[in-house]
């Protein structure tokens, strides 16, 4: 694979790929497939623009296994700019200085590792909107 065509398919896996229903312009995360308003199929891809404020979020201290370095860590409920909610990893944000409402933006982060030397799975997260 040439490097443009690498770089092409590493945009579309970490940008915050959805869908958008033509029939009603609801705009869908996770894709589905389906429009959640109207029922009819959605099937358009729809890149989010990745910012959005905390609906909800809680910390947790006792981490599974691949997330413990992690820990303490915040995981939150973001609700898009565009409408639709999604659960994430909160990064570069202190648990306690996390607050409902507060702009967040994705970014692409480690997320674990498998075993020493392992495979890297990486992902997106949310951290604080810098103005
Ligand atoms: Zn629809």
Do not use: N
């Not at 989010?48 to 909800?56: H, L």
């Amino acid at each position: 694979m040439s490097l443009p065509a690498v770089w092409r398919t590493r945009k579309q896996r970490y940008a915050l790929m959805g869908e958008i229903c033509k029939k009603c312009g609801v705009k869908i995360f996770p894709p589905r497939d389906v429009c959640p308003e109207c029922s009819k199929p959605a099937q358009t891809p729809y890149s989010f623009s990745g910012k959005g404020v905390v609906y909800s979020f809680a910390t947790v201290y006792q981490a599974p296994e691949e997330f413990e370095e992690y820990a303490p860590y915040t995981v939150a409920i973001v609700k898009l700019e565009e409408g639709p909610m999604v659960t994430a990893q909160l990064t570069d944000v202190d648990p306690e200085e996390v607050k409902i409402g507060m702009p967040v933006e994705m970014v692409t982060r480690k997320l674990y590792e498998e075993g020493k030397g392992g495979v890297i799975h990486y992902g997106y997260k949310f951290r604080p909107c810098i103005e």
